[in-house]
Every structure is written in C-alpha cells, then in structure tokens.
C-alpha cells in the first residue's frame, strides 16, 4: 500500500501501552476462569430505562435523519442548562457544541487551541488518551506530575515551571482519572491565577463531574475563568451512556462557533434518535443521582473492608470511578504486584505506572462491579498482600 500519513501513524506509537495486564486477564476470563475484572472503567449496569424507552421511541417515531452540526437546539440547550449546574457559571445554548463522547470533546478543545508546534502542559497522572490526543493536533505537551505524597493535588509552582513560550494550554482532570483525587478550591486556584497571568487555555476534563463526593468545583467558576476554559463533558459517567457516545465541550461562544466547521468536516452532527434520547435525559437528571449514590456506596464498601491493613495506603480515591492504593511497601514494581495478584487471586487492577510515572508503586481499582464482588475482592486482596513474599 502506498504509505500512510505520519500523521496517523504518530498517534499512538508502537510498543507497551499499559493494558497488558487487562487484556491477559480478559483472555482468560472469556476462557472459563473466575477473574475478577477491577481493571476497567465501564458501569456493569445498563443505561437507565427511561433513556432507553425515549430511544426506543424516538427510533418508532421516525427521527432518523441528519441533525445541526453544533447538535440539535433542545440538545444544545439541555447541554447548556446542565453545564450552568456543573460548572456554576450561567451557559446559554451557543456555548455548548454537541460531540460523540468525551474523547470527541477532547479531541475538540486540543484542535481549537493549539497549532502544530504548539505546547501544552498536562497534568499526571492523567487519562490514557491524552498523548495522543496532541499527537494528533501536532502538539508537543510536557507532562507534570501531582505527587503521590500530596494525594495527587497538583501544584501551580510545578506547572509553571513546565511553561514554555509556545505554551497555549493545560489539560487537566478532575474527579481524577486514575487516582479519584477531587483537585482542592486552593490548586484550582493556583491553576487559574497561571491562566490569567500567561493568557493560557485551561482544558479541564470534567466528564466525572458528576461524581465527586462532597461537590464538585470547576475552575470556570474562578475569577477570569469562563472565557478561557474549555470543558469536556460526558454522559457516560454521569447518565450511564458510554456506549451512545454523546459528549459536550462548553466554552466562549466564539471559540464553540469556530468549532461547527470541526463537527462539519469530522461526525457531520450526531445520530437523531440518540440524540433525543439525549436531551430527555439531560433535562430530566435520569439515572444522575442513582448512579452518583451507587458509586459512593461502594468506594465506602470497598475501602472499609480494605481498613487497617497497614502496608496500603489509600491516596486520592474521593470521586469518580477508582480508588487508588500505594503498595509500595509491599512492592515497590506495581506492574510485578498486579500480575501476582491475578495468579494468586484471580483478581484483575491496573498497574499505576500504566498512566505514568507519578502513579507508579500503585494499583487502579475500578469500582464498576456490585458490592458483593468489591468485597471479595477486597478480601482476596488482603489475603494477598498478607501473604505477599517477593
Ligand atoms: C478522564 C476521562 N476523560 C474522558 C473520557 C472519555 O469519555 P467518553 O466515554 O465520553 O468518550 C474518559 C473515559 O473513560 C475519562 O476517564
């Protein structure tokens, strides 16, 4: 074949990416074993039901046709209403673009803010597809990390420190994807004063916005804030929708106008029916509060049963879908104690150092199985690490 662009074939480089552990796990899964997978972030549960039946309807009723670019105007403006709840600045219809998923959303704010060339800093530990989501725009990025040993909050000094003069942006995340650190009022406020100060984009991923224990706070909300931040949002996480791919990105009007002709050349807007489902979901919060209550619950579970075993320590861990545990005074190569735990336990995590190297000497837990599981789990886990011997 003749060659493909380098372009494509930089998005993601070869070789190890971190999942190794997962997929060895699935494998063996799909082939008869008892595994427990704590190692991906999907809901074991379906979409609630009223969101499906307003699908299912709106497929009955014959919406099978194209939709507006920025995304249909009850969608846009249900988008709108729920990012003025979860952003705490007021948000009209024109300030919100209509995108397949969260990754879309990213892709979005990475491709209206930075020229090839560009820089951005992201702060660690972050989602898997971050590096390759500037890959793509061209971008360079330097990656920060927020330490372990202050709970994952991430520091403005260290930041600043990673600016460069082509820098336009930071990226960051919270509820925190893989640590579950909710980032503290004093960091986002460190992050906004460096915004303003540098005239820098702030993307702040908020897809989990909706589950973050005692309250989420977006750095939009701060002095300077709502005209240089671009948030993606979700209903993945929030409404139980992976699988419908339906995002958002919220931001100045000026930027989301300039973002249709990305939408025009890129999805050409979004599936009808999906769509409508969408938007009655959005305006009537279904499922929201029932999930946000499920997840709590089962951090507690999990973490109460993993109580005063002293060689774990739990860091982060306050919202999202993860619990985040330090291992390393039981093993210092967490990439080691996660493929002894599924030989030993039949028990699936993710490596820490999967998303980089602030989070190495750690286990990701997702939470995305039932109670009753999280505490086998949990017992399987003590019994490993009580009888862990290099
Ligand atoms: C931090 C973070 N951002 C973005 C996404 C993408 O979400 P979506 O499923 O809506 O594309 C995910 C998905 O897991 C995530 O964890």
């Not at 505490?375 to 490993?384: G, H, K, N, S, W």
Request: overall charge negative; some cysteine.
């Amino acid at each position: 074949m003749p060659s493909p662009s380098d372009r494509i074939s930089g998005i993601v480089p070869s070789g190890k990416d971190g999942w190794e552990v997962h997929f060895a796990a699935w494998k063996r899964r799909e082939a008869g074993e008892p595994i427990i997978m704590l190692s991906i972030g999907d809901h074991d549960f379906d979409t609630p039901s009223p969101t499906v039946e307003a699908c299912v309807t709106a497929v009955r009723a014959g919406h099978h046709h194209y939709t507006q670019l920025p995304g249909m105007p009850r969608l846009r403006a249900a988008m709108a209403g729920v990012a003025t709840r979860a952003t705490g600045v007021e948000t009209g219809a024109s300030q919100v673009i209509a995108t397949p998923g969260g990754q879309a959303a990213l892709y979005a704010a990475v491709q209206a803010t930075l020229d090839p060339g560009r820089h951005a800093v992201v702060v660690a530990p972050y989602y898997a597809t971050y590096p390759g989501t500037f890959r793509a725009a061209g971008a360079s990025f330097t990656v920060v990390e927020a330490r372990a040993e202050d709970g994952f909050q991430p520091s403005a000094d260290a930041i600043a420190a990673a600016l460069q003069p082509e820098t336009r942006a930071i990226l960051m995340n919270t509820p925190n994807n893989p640590t579950g650190a909710v980032y503290s009022r004093s960091a986002l406020e460190g992050i906004a004063r460096l915004c303003v100060e540098r005239d820098l984009w702030l993307l702040s991923d908020e897809v989990y916005w909706a589950l973050a224990g005692d309250g989420h706070l977006s750095p939009r909300a701060l002095p300077g804030m709502a005209e240089r931040t671009l948030v993606i949002n979700s209903m993945s996480k929030s409404h139980g929708m992976t699988g419908w791919r339906i995002g958002w990105l919220t931001g100045p009007e000026g930027i989301i106008r300039l973002l249709v002709s990305l939408n025009l050349v890129s999805t050409y807007g979004l599936a009808d029916f999906v769509s409508r489902a969408a938007a009655e979901a959005l305006e009537n919060d279904y499922g929201v509060a029932e999930i946000a209550a499920r997840y709590a619950a089962r951090r507690t579970v999990f973490l109460d049963a993993l109580r005063g075993l002293n060689e774990v320590t739990v860091r982060g861990s306050e919202g999202g879908m993860y619990v985040m545990l330090d291992i390393r005074a039981v093993e210092p190569d967490c990439e080691k104690f996660a493929w002894a735990l599924l030989e030993a336990e039949q028990v699936a995590v993710m490596p820490g150092a999967s998303f980089g190297d602030a989070a190495a000497g750690h286990v990701r837990i997702s939470l995305c199985q039932p109670e009753p599981v999280l505490l086998d789990a949990a017992q399987r886990f003590r019994r490993f690490v009580s009888t862990y011997k290099d």
